[in-house]
């Protein structure tokens, strides 16, 4: 077998993105043990760029070690206990991860479904919070299978007064698009690293609030070995966290100063997440949000131009994913081929009832950038008219172009 290498590509999806080169750089740094204090230094700098990530004052901010998911599996298993009603309002497909997530851990899961292609008006979510009285609602800030984002701030604010737990996916959005972690009122947020974060995907960073910390630490299993009588004792009562990998309340201990032994932590992704945040927080959140909105108009503009019918309601578009309407004749499947074989271009397809119907493009963290944006439209133009469609040539790298240059 020869040494690895890998094809060089220009990554478009809503995730996993171009990893930044000073991302990958530090990846290559020698490790620490976990518990030397050069080590425990660096997690703890974690936690503090984080907290600015979130924009939250909470005490807890630290990375799971897992994909995505397993920051909301740690956050889900870690407050949900079994016959606990919870709902989960659903705009599309990771909707349904946290119902899955939910149901495995025990909840009583209520659920309310809008079209996919649209968002919640948060009046009717609130309207079924005081319906159904939850002790959690959960739900997804920005839905990359259909490219919505769902405003947060006034059903987080109705969760608070009606003294709810609201737990929000930010996977897609923290670091892309604004989260105001504690301006929202929001419990706990959960983020991934390898969408608008531009690191490698195996880490989830999460927060929460001393809401749900008194939860998780009401839970809290003591070790038959090490525990004295009087904990034992204590013990009786509680509904222990079913996971030990996702036990929330034994992973602060190891995030805190005390430093009990949980698992060993990912030396390398932390590395990697600490150069990520701080890459964020260097270019600064605002203009970060702003340079993702102005890469999104340019690419907007030129498959518009192109003839191409974008997805969706544009009042709640996700400014990271541009979801196209698939032209009628065409085999989505097909041209995704021919990009990636051709060009070296990876977009994405879509899940559910949008499978075979929409393509997606994400413009996130490092991908976003104008070479990579006029490399797409140039691209997906030519294999477009491999394929017989009908679009306006040449049309959509001039309007792109011309957004560029009135910017410039
Ligand atoms: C990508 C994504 C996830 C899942 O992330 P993994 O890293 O694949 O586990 C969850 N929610 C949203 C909104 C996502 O976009």
């Given at each position: 077998m020869k040494e690895l290498q890998t094809p060089s590509r220009t990554i478009m999806?809503?995730?996993?993105?171009?990893?930044?080169?000073?991302?990958?750089?530090?990846?290559?740094?020698?490790?620490?043990?976990?518990?030397?204090?050069?080590?425990?230094?660096?997690?703890?700098?974690?936690?503090?760029?984080?907290?600015?990530?979130?924009?939250?004052?909470?005490?807890?901010a630290y990375p799971i070690d897992g994909t995505s998911r397993?920051?909301?599996?740690?956050?889900?298993?870690?407050?949900?206990?079994?016959?606990?009603?919870?709902?989960v309002p659903v705009f599309g497909r990771f909707g349904h991860l946290l119902i899955e997530i939910g149901q495995r851990y025990g909840a009583e899961v209520h659920t309310?479904?809008?079209?996919?292609?649209?968002?919640?008006?948060?009046?009717?979510?609130?309207?079924?919070?005081?319906r159904v009285k939850p002790k959690i609602v959960a739900m997804v800030h920005g839905e990359t299978s259909t490219g919505r984002l769902q405003p947060l701030k006034q059903i987080g604010e109705a969760c608070r007064a009606l003294d709810m737990l609201f737990i929000v996916d930010a996977v897609a959005t923290i670091g892309g698009v604004e989260v105001k972690v504690d301006e929202w009122k929001i419990d706990a947020a959960i983020g991934g690293t390898q969408k608008c974060l531009s690191v490698p995907s195996g880490m989830s960073?999460?927060?929460?609030?001393?809401?749900?910390?008194?939860?998780?630490?009401?839970?809290?299993?003591?070790?038959?070995?090490?525990?004295?009588?009087?904990?034992?004792?204590?013990?009786?009562?509680?509904?222990?966290?079913?996971?030990?990998?996702?036990?929330?309340?034994?992973?602060?201990?190891?995030?805190?100063?005390?430093?009990?032994?949980?698992?060993?932590?990912?030396?390398?992704?932390?590395?990697?997440?600490?150069?990520?945040?701080?890459?964020?927080?260097?270019?600064?959140l605002s203009e970060r949000f702003q340079r993702h909105?102005?890469?999104?108009?340019?690419?907007?503009?030129?498959?518009?131009?192109m003839g191409l019918e974008?997805?969706?309601?544009?009042?709640?578009?996700?400014?990271?994913?541009?979801?196209?309407?698939?032209?009628?004749?065409?085999?989505?499947?097909?041209?995704?081929?021919d990009l990636l074989h051709h060009f070296g271009i990876e977009i994405a397809s879509s899940f559910g009832p949008l499978a075979g119907r929409i393509w997606r493009i994400g413009t996130m963290g490092?991908?976003?950038?104008?070479?990579?944006?006029?490399?797409?439209?140039?691209?997906?133009?030519?294999?477009?008219?491999?394929?017989?469609?009908?679009?306006?040539?040449?049309?959509?790298l001039q309007a792109a172009l011309s957004i560029y240059e009135q910017a410039e």
């Open positions: 999806t809503p995730g996993p993105v171009e990893v930044d080169p000073r991302v990958l750089r530090v990846m290559s740094t020698p490790i620490l043990g976990q518990f030397d204090p050069a080590f425990t230094h660096i997690m703890n700098e974690t936690m503090t760029l984080l907290r600015s990530l979130f924009q939250t004052e909470n005490r807890w397993s920051g909301l599996e740690a956050v889900l298993a870690s407050v949900i206990e079994p016959g606990d009603s919870m709902l309310m479904e809008c079209e996919w292609g649209a968002v919640f008006d948060p009046d009717d979510i609130i309207k079924e919070i005081k960073p999460i927060t929460y609030n001393d809401r749900v910390a008194a939860v998780v630490e009401s839970r809290k299993k003591v070790e038959k070995g090490i525990a004295t009588q009087d904990e034992l004792q204590k013990q009786i009562d509680i509904s222990p966290i079913k996971s030990n990998y996702f036990d929330l309340s034994q992973l602060q201990d190891y995030w805190s100063p005390r430093r009990l032994n949980h698992h060993t932590e990912a030396t390398t992704m932390l590395y990697a997440l600490r150069e990520g945040v701080r890459l964020v927080l260097e270019e600064g909105t102005y890469h999104e108009k340019a690419l907007m503009k030129g498959l518009e131009a974008l997805f969706g309601d544009p009042d709640c578009k996700m400014p990271v994913v541009t979801c196209i309407v698939i032209p009628s004749g065409i085999d989505g499947e097909a041209v995704r081929a490092y991908s976003c950038r104008k070479e990579n944006v006029l490399f797409v439209l140039a691209g997906l133009e030519a294999i477009l008219i491999k394929h017989g469609a009908a679009i306006h040539c040449g049309a959509g």
